[in-house]
Each structure stands twice: as structure tokens, then as C-alpha cells.
């Protein structure tokens, strides 16, 4: 009461303390008009900033940053081309430590950079004996790259698919590579910090180093889910004709999740067997026939290599866990099974 009393008596003490609130209140709408413009800034041309400060804390985890003139310099202007998918264009390169590397050219990319950013962070993360290893990467305006470890064997798919290379490397090396690419598989579903779905798992997709351990490629574009869910929107899925899984058709099968990567993994263990593609370029439909017609020229297809006891049962165990994981009803859901 003696200060209000105060106020009221004194002018001059009311008119020092209006001055003080009116210069507070002048200073917060200058911080606050700061602040928006800090905001508006950001969101316009801000958003590669903020999740290249994630990508900072991650420190050696992080892929390096390159610009597109460095990755002319990498891969003399392009020169030779490794190979091209559905998410764009692969070149061999050399980084200055004489280490070989595979720029990868994204083709289609859209929005400002910032899911692309966030995709890399993730990448970033990983790290696993059976997943090619992300390197660095480009973001520079609509131009979009990924830059991995270079894999000197090439992918799975030369070697089942030519009989002669399928000879030379021999079951037993199939089967190393079929349990290589499971472990593989089974990080990117449990051991990441954020499950990845690969979506498109096919021969061409796997990669041999120079001791023909198997290493997954060109998940980079993956859609993503938390650990805690376990399926995700039809609509977000993809793959390669004679791999997609039937619940990426047709809802009745369930729903796309990541038993959709166990029956990809089970139509690529029949090829291996076999040596030759699940679908003809003619037919939209693989799965109809391929599991039922690899039985009856299993034992032909024995024949083939040089024939053992151990080679019989190499080739059934194969078959059996190809035919295991494309079961529709129900699907086993883990690659630790």
C-alpha cells in the first residue's frame, strides 16, 4: 500500500516507471521481430543449414559434403559408368587417398533438400560388415548424389545369372552370401536407431567386395519408419517386378512392412539356386509360377555343379528357406529366424 501511495503521489516516479516498461516492451518486440526474421530466413533458405548441424554432431559418423565439382574431379567428368537403376546413374570414382569410390547420380529429385539431408543423417548412422558404406554426398541446388565404397566384384546379379561365373563361385559361397545378405537385412530392420525398410531387395542390389562379402546397396532412398511401427502407407512402397511382395498388391495379403523385404530376400534365394531370373520381360506375374516349377528342376539343376552330398544339401537349404520366406500365410517376420 506505501508503494502504490507512492506512485500515486509522485509524477515523476510514475513517468520513470512507464519509461522502464516501455523500453522493456521496446526491446521484446525487437527480439521478437528478430526472432521471426531468424524464422522466416530459415524457412526459406535455412532448412539445409539445420540438418547440416545434425549432421556436425554426428561428427566421424557424418558422410562428408562434396560439391559437384569435386565429383567431376572423383570420376573424370563421368567417365566410366558402373551401372543405372531406377534412382539413377552409378560412376567409379578415385578420391584424393587413392581410395576407389561409386558416385551415384540421383535423377528426379525434388524438394529443397531438406528430406534429402535428413535421409543422409540417417545413412550416416548405419554401419554394419553387410551394408555398403556411405561416404559422402552432393546437395548442390537440384543436383543430388550419394558417394559409397566401391565394390570390385560387382553385384550378385553377374554371377547367378551367367552360368559360368555361378560355377566358378560355387554353392558354397552362395550360401555364405545368402546369410551375409540376411545379417544385413536383419540390421537394417533391428539394429538401426530408425528401421529401414530396403523395399527393393534383388540380386542387382547386392554388391561383392574383393572377398565376395556381400554388402546391401541402394537403400539410400528408402523410406523410412520408428522402430515402434511396424507396417507403413501402401502407397510409400516400391520394388522390382518378381520381388514385390504380394501385400504391396493387394491389402488381403496385409500390410507392407518389413516381412515385404523377407519375400524379396525368398524370390532372390530361388534364383541363386536356379541361376535364372523369376519372371519373363513378357508377363507381369513371376510368382505364380517360379516357386513351383524351381522343385522339379532342382535335381537337374545339381547337375549342373559338381555333384556332392554337401552340394544337395547346400542347394536344399537354399530352396527351402526361399520357399520359407515367400509363404503368404503367415510370413515369417524376422531374418534372425
Request: proline letters at 2%; a positive charge.
Amino acid at each position: 500500500q506505501g508503494f502504490t501511495h507512492f506512485l500515486y503521489n509522485s509524477p515523476a516516479s510514475l513517468s520513470a516507471t512507464a519509461g522502464v516498461v516501455f523500453m522493456c516492451l521496446v526491446w521484446i518486440m525487437h527480439r521478437r521481430k528478430q526472432t521471426l526474421g531468424f524464422i522466416i530466413h530459415h524457412k526459406y533458405t535455412g532448412n539445409e543449414s539445420n540438418t547440416e548441424e545434425e549432421l556436425k554432431r554426428y561428427q566421424s559418423l557424418s558422410p562428408k559434403r562434396y560439391r559437384y565439382s569435386d565429383l567431376k574431379k572423383i570420376t573424370k567428368c563421368f567417365k566410366e559408368k558402373l551401372g543405372e537403376g531406377g534412382f539413377g546413374t552409378a560412376f567409379k570414382g578415385n578420391l584424393k587417398d587413392g581410395r576407389m569410390v561409386a558416385v551415384k547420380l540421383l535423377k528426379g529429385a525434388k524438394g529443397n533438400g531438406e528430406e534429402f539431408l535428413n535421409e543422409v543423417t540417417s545413412i550416416g548412422r548405419t554401419s554394419h560388415v553387410n551394408i555398403v558404406n556411405l561416404l559422402g554426398f552432393c546437395l548442390e541446388r537440384s543436383k543430388r548424389a550419394l558417394v559409397y565404397e566401391y565394390m570390385a566384384n560387382g553385384s550378385l546379379g553377374k554371377y547367378i545369372y551367367s552360368e559360368s561365373l555361378r560355377l566358378a563361385i560355387g554353392l558354397e559361397s552362395l550360401q555364405k552370401i545368402a546369410i551375409g545378405v540376411a545379417r544385413g537385412l536383419e540390421y537394417l530392420h533391428q539394429g538401426c536407431s530408425t528401421r529401414i525398410i530396403h523395399f527393393d531387395i534383388k540380386p542387382h542390389n547386392v554388391l561383392l567386395d574383393e572377398d565376395l562379402c556381400p554388402k546391401i546397396a541402394d537403400f539410400g532412398l528408402a523410406k523410412l519408419c520408428h522402430l515402434k511401427d511396424s507396417a507403413i502407407s501402401m502407397a510409400e512402397a516400391r520394388g522390382t517386378i518378381g520381388f514385390i511382395a504380394p501385400e504391396v498388391f493387394s491389402r488381403g495379403f496385409g500390410v507392407v512392412s518389413t516381412k515385404s523385404d523377407v519375400y524379396s530376400y525368398g524370390m532372390m534365394l530361388l534364383e541363386m539356386v536356379e541361376g535364372r531370373k523369376n519372371v519373363k520381360t513378357n508377363t507381369d506375374n513371376s510368382s505364380a509360377y517360379f516357386p513351383n516349377w524351381i522343385y522339379d528342376h532342382l535335381a537337374k539343376d545339381l547337375q549342373s555343379h559338381e555333384v556332392t552330398c554337401e552340394n544337395e544339401e547346400i542347394a536344399r537349404k537354399i530352396t527351402l528357406v526361399g520357399l520359407w520366406c515367400i509363404q503368404t500365410a503367415p510370413r515369417k517376420s524376422s531374418f534372425n529366424e
